[in-house]
């Protein structure tokens, strides 16, 4: 299975970029990668997925090198509310989602 | 449609008695998930569902856990026999299945105490 690895934990000033990074160099060609967030006790909330171009929404843009061996999530502009567990995740084909231990990004003031 | 919807939010049980999640999905959406998490690790799948039909259990889900998904719709998780290991957050997800590209909404989960 495709496994990922992240930084355990990571902290930003708020207002500033948050960049998250994140290896899957054994991703293979059609998997997608995806990032979730999960504030403490709470269901993990989507936040955007992509398989080989970068990707950006509302609430964030995601950066897959062209290798996809690794990638960056970026949110633009964080604030407290952005402090929780940051996971990235690989799809395997059979559309089940393979979590690592996620990276705990905390937002200072 | 608010999203995915899990009840109860927290069960207490004693080793040894049966619980049953529910999971409503959000209605469109043909697939529905389980996974379960513990504390400081991140969600393991347990089970999926397309429609009615069971199409992947992991190895995870003992002879204990059975879910069902008998029209459709809602999906329940049941554990006999509970044990203290089984304490841990139940997660349900639901998505569209169209295609390659999609996204997978979580409900809050179910929070199981095993004492």
């Known amino acids: 299975d495709a496994k990922t690895t992240q930084p355990t934990s990571m902290d930003c000033a708020e207002g500033r970029a948050a960049n998250l990074p994140c290896n899957h160099s054994t991703i293979s060609g059609n998997e997608y990668v995806y990032w979730y967030r999960q504030i403490h006790s709470q269901g993990p909330q989507y936040i955007i997925h992509?398989?080989?171009?970068?990707e950006t929404n509302e609430m964030a843009s995601l950066i897959i090198t062209e290798d996809r061996k690794s990638s960056t999530l970026i949110l633009p502009h964080a604030t407290l509310r952005d402090t929780a567990v940051y996971y990235c995740?690989?799809?395997?084909?059979?559309?089940?989602?393979?979590w690592g231990a996620g990276t705990k990004l905390i937002i200072k003031p | 449609d608010t999203g995915v919807s899990q009840n109860p939010r927290h069960k207490i049980t004693k080793r040894g008695q049966n619980v049953t999640f529910r999971c409503d999905p959000i209605?469109?959406?043909?697939?529905l998930y389980w996974y379960r998490q513990t504390l400081g690790q991140g969600p393991e799948f347990l089970t999926y569902f397309q429609n009615e039909a069971q199409l992947e259990k992991s190895r995870l889900l003992s002879d204990r856990f059975s879910a069902e998904r008998p029209k459709g719709s809602f999906s329940t998780l049941e554990i006999q026999r509970t044990e203290q290991g089984d304490s841990a957050m139940y997660l349900c997800?639901?998505?569209?299945?169209?295609?390659?590209?999609?996204?997978?909404?979580f409900g809050s989960g179910t929070r199981l105490t095993v004492v």
């Open positions: 997800a639901s998505s569209s299945g169209q295609g390659a590209d999609y996204g997978y909404t």
């Open positions: 992509g398989l080989k171009n970068n």
């Open positions: 209605s469109e959406h043909n697939r």
């Open positions: 995740i690989v799809r395997r084909s059979n559309y089940q989602l393979i």
